[in-house]
């Protein structure tokens, strides 16, 4: 398992809210660069990148910055979300250095072009599945569905996608803890990749994560931000805590 740092970003700086709460933001830094250079130089493989803005726009805003991470981190993965709804804004951060793209409004709304994107690139595309009281929200986490992850996740049992992101909406940014019996019943309901985020607040849970397996089949990986930021623990601490 992989614990993966998030790098939200908001007026051309590091942020973070609670429970995807615009109204809630605390600024950790105003260079996202030097952040995502630190989090690779203390040990990181994966970052996760999200454009806020771009989630409320519905439409990229914050790319020109994303992008110029990218080109220093040339040999690192960086996934990236936020306001990816057509075609055009999925190729344009696929063919600029981004590793993966993140699609949560349109695996709801919109799987025909989801299905357009990962046929375009395949094994680049991660879907999220956020989740509040059971179901999916979408839109920024703003927009209430009435479907379930599990009904989401059996659309998409024959793409080519790289992982899945579950978060719990009510834990994250938060410091309450992980669902972790929500990420099991995730895992154990697809053979993707999965990985967990929201509520992260203790390396003791990290390593629980670790730990816990269903057929060989766990979470693979863990995305923490505030406990990182408020300095919980420390990124090194939280990699040597996710080694089985």
Not at 10 to 20: E, I, P, T
Not at 70 to 88: C, H, K, P, S, Y
Not at 177 to 199: K, Q
Request: glycine share 8%; net charge positive; with cysteine.
């Amino acid at each position: 398992m992989i614990v993966i740092p998030a790098i939200n970003i908001k007026n051309s700086k590091c942020v973070k809210l609670k429970m995807g709460k615009m109204k809630s933001i605390t600024v950790f830094s105003n260079d996202p660069q030097k952040v995502a250079e630190d989090w690779f130089s203390k040990g990181a493989s994966l970052i996760h990148i999200i454009d806020l803005d771009g989630v409320i726009k519905g439409k990229p805003v914050n790319n020109k910055l994303i992008i110029s991470i990218a080109e220093n981190q040339q040999d690192n993965l960086i996934q990236v979300g936020g306001g990816i709804r057509t075609f055009n804004s999925a190729a344009y951060y696929l063919n600029e250095g981004i590793s993966r793209i993140i699609l949560g409004t349109n695996a709801v709304k919109n799987p025909g072009l989801v299905a357009k994107i990962c046929s375009a690139f395949p094994n680049r595309v991660v879907l999220a599945l956020d989740v509040f009281e059971g179901y999916i929200k979408t839109g920024g986490w703003v927009d209430d569905t009435r479907v379930r992850p599990k009904d989401l996740l059996r659309r998409y049992d024959d793409f080519p996608l790289a992982a899945i992101v579950y978060t719990d909406i009510s834990r994250d940014g938060m410091m309450s803890g992980i669902n972790i019996e929500a990420s099991l019943d995730i895992v154990n309901n697809t053979n993707f990749p999965v990985i967990v985020s929201g509520g992260v607040s203790k390396l003791k849970q990290i390593k629980e994560l670790s730990e816990v397996s269903i057929e060989n089949h766990g979470v693979s990986g863990v995305i923490c931000g505030r406990s990182l930021y408020e300095k919980a623990f420390s990124l090194e601490e939280a990699i040597k805590a996710s080694q089985r």
